[in-house]
């Protein structure tokens, strides 16, 4: 071990108590004589989430030196390669992919730890993470379902129908980008797999390996995490979402479907299908405009709750600047398909 280790070892220690000093002075200081922000909140919507948030994190980590250690790769990436093998991405991406399809904070954790380890490249770094997306879509989709079927009925499956679409775009633009971008001699020459080890090897592993990575990651989460949580019990992103709304005019669509994005971004995104719902019943809107205008709030909206939910745990697990690029990027292209598709709706539907 090289003598800068301890030494950055003791300054990262150091910058941790920083962080965690002004992060609880921030936490007091906004919830002093304050409204808005009570104790009982901070424990339920802050605390618990948070907890929730580094424990997913830790087991990403321990399940990803585990399946490496064992050398269940090659097991694990069987399942997405035929999908994967046309973007040339390697068995370590197929791993992660496979696994975003019942943890995405835990998928992301293992690319961070392959690319920290050098086991895949950065560019496959992003590809594999936008290409996560779509097993984050059926992730998502059985609370999804049961709550905008009953609101919406025909325009809630449709809509879900329209973003499924998206992601499926999504995905194969990303791999004919990685087809031909990537090099997939790569997977076999320059990153070749582990050799299967012991229990007792993988356990020493997780000691010397997780620790270290684990509290290096939460230096910038805790401190983010609780950051975003101030801001939006101050009514920041509520202010956001209002003034992006304003962008949407009636030329666009109707006024009743204007109010339908309004309620999606100004709530969750429950209270945006039940004014659809309503709006539909009523007849002030049909299933066309009714889906358009939902298509609309999730372009509009997604960006904001990105931000509020995503940015925290992508520049925990990746890195600020890594984490920030990552997610500006994905959100890019998604707002881009959906768009697409919208706009395809919009003239063929």
Avoid at 63 to 86: D, Y
Avoid at 172 to 193: K, S
Avoid at 242 to 258: C, S
Wanted: hydrophobic share 55%; charged share 10%.
């Amino acid at each position: 071990m090289s003598t800068e280790a301890p030494s950055r070892t003791r300054r990262d220690i150091g910058v941790g108590f920083l962080i965690f000093f002004l992060t609880l002075s921030v936490l007091f200081l906004s919830n002093y004589d304050n409204p808005a922000i009570s104790w009982s909140m901070v424990l339920k919507r802050l605390v618990w989430p948070l907890a929730r948030l580094m424990f997913l994190i830790a087991v990403g980590l321990v399940v990803g030196n585990i399946i490496e250690g064992l050398g269940w790769v090659t097991k694990i990436a069987t399942l997405s390669r035929p999908l994967l093998s046309f973007g040339h991405l390697c068995d370590y991406s197929g791993t992660a992919f496979t696994t975003a399809f019942f943890s995405g904070v835990a998928a992301n954790t293992m690319l961070a730890n392959y690319y920290e380890d050098k086991k895949i490249s950065k560019k496959e770094l992003f590809l594999s993470n936008f290409i996560n997306g779509l097993p984050a879509f059926f992730l998502h989709l059985p609370t999804t379902f049961f709550i905008i079927l009953p609101l919406t009925g025909i325009a809630g499956i449709l809509y879900i129908v329209l973003t499924f679409l998206a992601a499926v775009l999504r995905t194969f633009c990303y791999l004919l980008y990685g087809r031909f971008a990537l090099d997939a001699a790569r997977c076999t020459v320059a990153v070749p797999l582990p050799e299967k080890r012991g229990w007792a090897q993988v356990w020493q592993g997780i000691k010397e390996k997780i620790p270290g990575r684990f509290f290096k990651i939460a230096l910038y989460v805790v401190p983010i995490y609780v950051v975003v949580f101030i801001i939006n019990k101050l009514g920041f992103f509520l202010w956001l979402r209002q003034l992006t709304a304003g962008f949407i005019t009636t030329k666009l669509m109707p006024v009743e479907a204007v109010s339908v994005v309004i309620f999606s971004l100004a709530a969750e995104f429950t209270s945006g299908f039940a004014a659809a719902g309503a709006l539909l019943q009523a007849g002030a809107l049909t299933v066309k405009q009714t889906v358009l205008a939902l298509l609309f709030g999730n372009i509009i909206a997604f960006p904001v709750r990105a931000l509020r939910h995503q940015l925290p745990r992508y520049v925990g697990i990746f890195s600020p600047k890594l984490g920030t690029q990552m997610l500006l990027m994905s959100q890019s292209f998604r707002i881009l398909s959906i768009f697409l598709v919208a706009l395809v709706y919009f003239f063929f539907g």
